[in-house]
């Protein structure tokens, strides 16, 4: 009903259990044996015991008189005389309040039967409680009835004291463990107990055979809970007491044959019940001790081996001769070596240590509550050096024993080399000056770039102001008149979120009275816990950079005026050369006309000997015309005077229009010109006119640069999206190295200079020029005497 020991009753369990204590009382006096002027045995004063232990102190003082008047009650159902019944009752009453009273000393309810302190106090209580219910009981029965004190003392005191060890387990034991083998194993203990009980215990059974229960209750104890014991106690021992008084079993048959009285019975009944009790009991405890002290144990372990494993540190544990008992997975993954290379060696003897090295990294502590603390070098299996950082302690026990030493070492590689790092970059730095700044604006750090650069010693300038260093005027103008460390906070105020000012030039004054201009930007140097510590400044000296600055503002401004005096120039030349091309057109224009009209008899007939003469002015005025024509076209480029139209062309017409132009220039000439027009149209949009030029200057290039016999080829198509025209020839062609400049303006090559071919070098620059208004480009494939050929892309006409 009550069965936990865990927390008190509740109300209606505790009048629940006022009335188990009248049916139990009733039961164990109607059990007694016939003759015997006492219960022989007395579960009501357990149950008593039991209800004031897990119920509260306030609620006692109806409690007890209830279990008073339940325990009178009982007694007086069985006509037993109102004295005597009201005697045992104050009797059983007290020995409730004693025990109850020791057992749930300083605390709330009866201790949980999980160690053998609690065992030990459950039976003194047992025993206190059975010493005073029987001297009360026996003074009664002696002055009220003619009964043996002594003798009721010992059969009460033994009853009682049974009844408490019986009856206060089953609410004193742990919660009970649901475990596999309970599936099968407890039901075949429990018939092999019943069985076996039922034999002994038989009517008619006279063979003293009562010890044969033992080794059941014993496996009870081995292999299940302590309340599965508890349980099993209390039913054993109500079979056997309610047999026995029934005359059945072995101590039955010695009352029927008068070897024993019922107070004998009693005593010896009780006697085995507490030997019994006694024997199972602190063993069911102790293996539940055992049990849980190992799950416990179990469970440090686990925590222990999760919390080494999951450490970065290395953990080596050694015993007291320094044996390797135990390393973490850390130690593994930084030496390279498997846990079976490092476990059962001497620590002196590890792997990974570096040659030459004896004893423990870092010795042994001078007490065996101190730490030994040392940096050494390890060699991993892979090969390199780390820097460890290790200690070593002592692991001791409950007395103060050293039991074992565990090793820990920390990587401090990486802090070691960055220290050094800083510490080289620091010193290496000697063309920059670093100066660490405390909050205060007092220098921290001094290093070599800022010794070389102002000629002070470093630890001279150790403790003074930062703002020392600067031009004082420069200082008072900038930071609004400020000055000291009211400066300072001026200058660390401009620092900004990225924790890092923008550079800037300031005057910094040297040892001698010089001024350096330094490029300078201050930063927050912080720790772990971004506190702020100080402040770090860095500086360039930028005097020569700065002076050639000027110098190159000043040359390139220098520079352009000359561009700008050129770009003059050539605007200038450009409008004289389109001023004189004009002026130079018209008068050649007539002078051609009139010596057509000389040449063709118009104003008189030309003598035969001067027609050559007149033919060579023709000639060479026309050559005039087509350069004025030439510049003209590349002055109206130049400055952007020239206004082109934008329609759409077929670029396949133009070719036939080009070979009828130049037609005059293949007359007494032996080459072969071969034209192959698309077959489909080919559309792009530009100046006709113009594209017709660009065509017969290259044509024209063609037909003046290859020899008699030689081959002319002119092609237009559609290729990779784009229009093609091109112009081949077998002529001289450009040397490889020379046609970087083939389109630049009066360029020649070294070919046709030594062929003495006239040309004024402007043909190609216009189709050059043409062909990029056009949004197109030119390509050339030529060598010196492999023939020349030229293609022309241009962009097709959107449909």
């Known amino acids: 009903m009550w069965k936990s020991g865990r927390g008190q009753l509740s109300l209606p369990l505790a009048v629940v259990a006022l009335g188990a ?69 104050v009797a059983n009453a007290s020995e409730a309040v004693v025990a109850a009273t020791f057992l749930c000393w300083r605390r709330q309810g009866p201790p949980e039967l999980a160690g053998l302190d609690a065992f030990v106090r459950l039976v003194v209580a047992a025993v206190l409680g059975g010493v005073t219910m029987a001297m009360i009981a026996a003074a009664g029965i002696s002055a009220l009835t003619d009964g043996s004190f002594v003798a009721s003392v010992r059969s009460l005191a033994l009853s009682h004291a049974a009844s408490t060890l019986v009856v206060l387990p089953i609410v004193m034991a742990p919660r009970i463990h649901r475990r596999r083998r309970l599936v099968w194993e407890l039901p075949v203990q429990l018939v092999a107990l019943a069985a076996v009980t039922t034999v002994v215990f038989a009517s008619g059974q006279d063979r003293s055979l009562e010890f044969l ?124 070596y498997a846990e079976a290379d490092l476990v059962g060696k001497d620590i002196w003897d590890m792997p990974f240590a570096p040659p030459g090295s004896t004893g423990y990294p870092a010795g042994l502590p001078v007490e065996v509550d101190a730490q030994a603390s040392r940096e050494t070098d390890l060699i991993p299996a892979g090969g390199g050096r780390l820097r460890v950082m290790w200690n070593t302690s002592y692991v001791l026990d409950e007395r103060e024993r050293p039991t074992y030493l565990v090793i820990t070492g920390t990587d401090l590689t990486a802090e070691r080399t960055a220290a050094g790092l800083t510490r080289h970059l620091l010193e290496a730095a000697v063309t920059t000056a670093m100066i660490g700044i405390d909050p205060r604006g007092l220098v921290t750090l001094f290093n070599t770039g800022a010794v070389n650069l102002l000629g002070y010693d470093a630890q001279d300038r150790v403790g003074t102001s930062f703002i020392d260093l600067l031009d004082p005027e420069e200082v008072e103008r900038r930071c609004h008149g400020e000055t000291g460390e009211a400066a300072f906070q001026q200058l660390v105020a401009e620092i900004g979120s990225a924790g890092v000012t923008k550079p800037r030039d300031w005057s910094w004054i040297a040892s001698d009275g010089r001024r350096h201009t330094v490029s300078m930007t201050l930063s927050i140097a912080a720790d772990t816990f971004a506190a702020r510590i100080g402040y770090l400044c860095v500086g360039r000296d930028v005097t020569e950079a700065r002076a050639s600055q000027e110098m190159l503002i000043a040359a390139l401004e220098k520079e352009r005026l000359s561009v700008q005096r050129m770009k003059d120039l050539d605007e200038a030349k450009n409008e004289f050369v389109s001023t004189v091309s004009h002026e130079l057109r018209t008068p050649v224009t007539s002078i051609v006309g009139y010596t057509e009209m000389l040449e063709d008899g118009s104003l008189v007939e030309p003598a035969p000997e001067q027609l050559p003469l007149l033919a060579s002015i023709a000639r060479n005025g026309q050559r005039l015309i087509l350069l004025c024509d030439d510049l003209l076209t590349l002055s109206g480029i130049d400055s952007g005077a020239a206004r082109w139209e934008r329609n759409a062309v077929d670029l396949s017409t133009i070719l036939a229009g080009a070979e009828d132009a130049l037609r005059a220039q293949l007359a007494g000439r032996d080459l072969e010109v071969v034209v192959m027009a698309a077959d489909e ?77 006239q040309g004024t070098g402007l043909g190609l620059s216009i189709v050059a020029a043409i062909v990029a208004t056009h949004g197109g480009r030119i390509d050339v494939r030529s060598a010196h005497l492999e023939g020349t050929t030229f293609t022309i892309r241009l962009p097709l006409a959107r449909g």
């Open 681 to 757: 149209p080919i559309p792009v949009v530009g100046d006709r006119v113009q594209l017709e030029r660009a065509l017969t200057n290259l044509l024209s290039n063609a037909i003046k640069f290859t020899e008699d016999g030689g081959r002319i080829e002119v092609s237009a198509r559609i290729q990779d999206g784009e229009a093609c025209l091109t112009v081949s020839d077998t002529g001289i062609g450009v040397p490889v190295d020379e046609q970087d400049g083939l389109f630049e303006r009066f360029f020649r090559s070294s070919t046709a200079q030594e062929r003495a071919i």
């Open 21 to 89: 204590v009248l049916g139990a009382g009733v039961l164990a006096i109607a059990s007694a044996p016939e003759g015997a002027q006492v219960a022989i045995w007395w579960p009501a004063g357990g149950i008593g015991v039991a209800l004031l232990a897990l119920t509260p102190r306030r609620w006692w003082w109806w409690l007890v008189p209830g279990v008073l008047v339940m325990t009178a009650a009982a007694n007086l159902i069985e006509d037993r005389p109102l004295d005597l019944a009201v005697w045992l009752a």
């Open 213 to 336: 229960a033992l080794p059941f209750l014993i496996w009870a104890a081995l292999r299940f809970d302590v309340a599965i014991l508890a349980w099993e106690l209390a039913a054993f021992s109500v079979v056997v007491i309610l047999a026995s008084s029934q005359g059945r079993g072995p101590f039955g048959f010695d009352l029927e044959r008068g070897q024993l009285s019922p107070l004998g019975l009693g005593a010896v009944l009780q006697a085995f019940v507490v030997v019994t009790t006694l024997m199972a009991l602190p063993l069911a405890i102790g293996i539940e001790q055992n049990r849980r002290l190992l799950s416990r144990l179990s469970g440090s372990e686990k925590l222990t081996s999760a919390t080494l494993d999951t450490t970065a540190a290395l953990i080596l544990v050694t015993d007291l001769y320094g044996e390797v008992v135990r390393v973490n997975d850390a130690t593994t993954a930084l030496t390279g």
